[in-house]
């Protein structure tokens, strides 16, 4: 199976480029924000309980996420492979995947870590809240404390990955085709 993480800070391009490489390769699209976007808008007790924290810009518990993903890889069973946007966003959430897909005799095949200068993400951020209609998107002080969030609980997972041998950086500023050619040639190279 190919199970890619696809990594970077809030405005990076994760969702973008996720909707391209399910096309491509036939994946899954796990995006534990969708999840909880999508428990919210049906009003359910987890998506209550976790609006409250989405709306401040701070990390659900990683018990909620984690519970969310496993009973996706579940649902998903006969998938070709998943692509995991935004999760996991804590070392804790990073250990708990490898049980999980270890538990299914698999693993995660590569981390693809998108990078993007921080003026650029405000800046796409701001544009996304009028478009998206997102809370979280539209207030500059609830985007800085995302972004506080990634620098300390969520940037940590890269060297997890790292320590493994499964990190790979690409630049995520330029075309949105440009940047897709340079995650497919790191998908290539892994699946070689
Ligand atoms: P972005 O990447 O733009 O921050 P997401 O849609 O991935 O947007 O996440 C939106 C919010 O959902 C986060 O700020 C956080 O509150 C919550 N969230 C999403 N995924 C996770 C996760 N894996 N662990 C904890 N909280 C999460």
Not at 76 to 88: E, R, Y
Not at 100 to 120: H, Q, R, W
Request: hydrophobic share 40%; glycine share 10%; charged share 25%.
């Amino acid at each position: 199976m190919l199970n890619i993480v696809l990594f970077g800070p809030p405005g990076a391009g994760k969702g973008t480029q996720s909707h391209h490489l399910i096309q491509k390769y036939n994946l899954v699209h796990l995006s534990t924000g969708d999840i909880l976007r999508g428990e919210i808008s049906n009003g359910t007790p987890l998506g209550l309980e976790a609006k409250k924290l989405m709306d401040q810009g701070l990390l659900v518990p990683d018990e909620v996420v984690i519970g969310m993903i496993s009973n996706k890889l579940d649902q998903n069973a006969a998938a070709k492979g998943f692509i995991f946007d935004g999760f996991p966003r804590t070392v804790a959430q990073a250990e708990a995947l490898d049980q999980l897909l270890t538990s299914k005799n698999d693993g995660i095949s590569g981390m693809i870590a998108l990078e993007v200068d921080e003026e650029e993400l405000q800046k796409r951020l701001l544009i996304r809240g009028k478009d998206s209609g997102r809370p979280d998107d539209q207030n500059p002080e609830i985007i800085k404390k995302r972004v506080a969030e990634y620098t300390s609980k969520t940037a940590q997972v890269a060297n997890y990955y790292q320590s493994q041998h499964k990190f790979y950086a690409v630049k995520g500023v330029g075309s949105i085709d440009e940047i897709f050619g340079n995650i497919v040639k790191v998908i290539e190279e892994l699946t070689k």
